[in-house]
């Protein structure tokens, strides 16, 4: 119970990184139903579920979760009919009719398990060793992705009051005590971000600006590393960033979550990009879950003008270039290259340094980000799209600029090319507007298949004030 309580991960609010894991099970195992668990003293509270609506916990009779917890190996009841203590449980006596019921304990590093992943099926049925391993793994997902999210609240802990202390030698009492204040609000705010999913489910409305997005991993059967996120950071200003995490799957995932966090936590402190990013360095660095990995990133802070555009700074850390799309005079566009001289890997080397660049993007004008799973996309002929191609497709697009024009156009390109060796992609694109183009309002788009399964096209609108 000490250990449950450790966590901090009791009644918090549904977390896509869990929701995956049982969306990931029930599809495995072909089951209707998948849970995540954590068990309390007097209940069994569900952390995620997948086919079990309207169900958040249960009680801690003898039966299920309850028996499958106290075993280190994973729990297997053919048929939960001919088990003297499952056969009561409300879920096998009860309307849903559970026949089949698989767990695999979630067991931390020091040898405590705190709950369980579980599989169910109205039907007996019978699992092999290499499902049990599997089931097994999960759980082992589920305990990586607890430890994360505990490292990363520790990590920005730290960096905070050393900021606090750097603060209180420079200044009076009284701007001391107001940054312990705001400190202590930016805790509080990473706290919550930690709950958030590895991407967002929608973009943000934000005031005069239209953006989109797509996510696509390469294959339905592993977790990609590619992130992004846009959301604000005081002032009328808002931050954004995209990046690519080495590797894939499970461990590359945990990064993956540890990057977002972090890089959310940064800014509320200090929204400057460079900032952010070497925050995000120090963070990898320190935490030994994350082992040799790094990443390539791109962060950026919008700051809007009167007259309808922004001011946008760019810092880069081993990315590709974003590119700046502007109307030229033919009636097309100019694409220009926006590269940061500069900008290590993110979490390679502890001196790394990381570049900035200011631009300005004025109505009809555009920006692309993107992963260098579309450059490194192969054509029909096999060689890559690179710079080179990305540059000229780009330049044939029409002015003024749309991000969710820009997004569908460069999706249809990724479709026109062959699916062997294809990488994550994930594409982040912004637009200010003309303003004769949306009278009515800004509209926000996502265009995503990070599920993956099908693309699904979202809008929100957002009217000017």
Known sequence: MAAVRRYDILDTPPDGAYDRVAALAARLFEVPVATVTIVDEDRIWFKATHGLEGVTEIGRDPGLCASAVLTDDTTVIPDTLL???????????????????????????????????????????????????????LAAVVRDQLELRLSALHVVRAEQERRKAEEDRRQAEEQARRRAER????????????????????????????????????????????????????????????GDVCGKGAEAASVT?????????????????????????????????????????????LDPAQDGSFTVTLATGGHPPAYHLSPAENGGVRVEAVRAKGGMLVGAFAEAAFASRTLHLAPGQGLLLYTDGLTEARTADGHMLADTGLTGFLAQRSAPVSAGTLIEDTVALLDTLPDTERDDVALLALSVPTADAAPAGITTTAHSAAAPIADVFVGQENRRP
């Open 83 to 137: 088990d003297p203590v499952a056969c009561s449980n409300p879920l096998v006596a009860g309307p849903m009719g559970v026949r089949f019921y698989a767990a695999a304990p979630i067991i931390t590093a020091d040898g405590y398990r705190l709950g369980t992943v579980n599989v169910l099926d109205t039907r007996p049925r019978e699992i092999s060793e290499a499902d049990s391993a599997t089931l097994a793994d």
């Open 183 to 242: 400190d202590k609000e930016a805790i509080a705010t990473f706290a919550s971000t930690l709950q958030r999913t590895l991407v967002p489910p929608a973009l943000p409305a934000v005031p005069g600006l239209e953006l989109a997005c797509h996510y696509k991993t390469a294959s339905p059967q592993e977790v990609g590393g590619d992130f992004y996120d846009v959301f604000p950071v005081g002032g009328g200003r808002w931050a954004f960033f995209l």
């Open 257 to 301: 979550s540890l990057t977002r966090y972090t890089l959310r936590a940064a800014a509320l402190v200090d929204a400057d990009p460079t900032a952010a990013l070497k925050a995000l360095n120090t963070a990898l660095l320190l935490d030994a879950a994350v082992g040799t990995r790094f990443c390539t990133a791109v962060f950026g802070l």
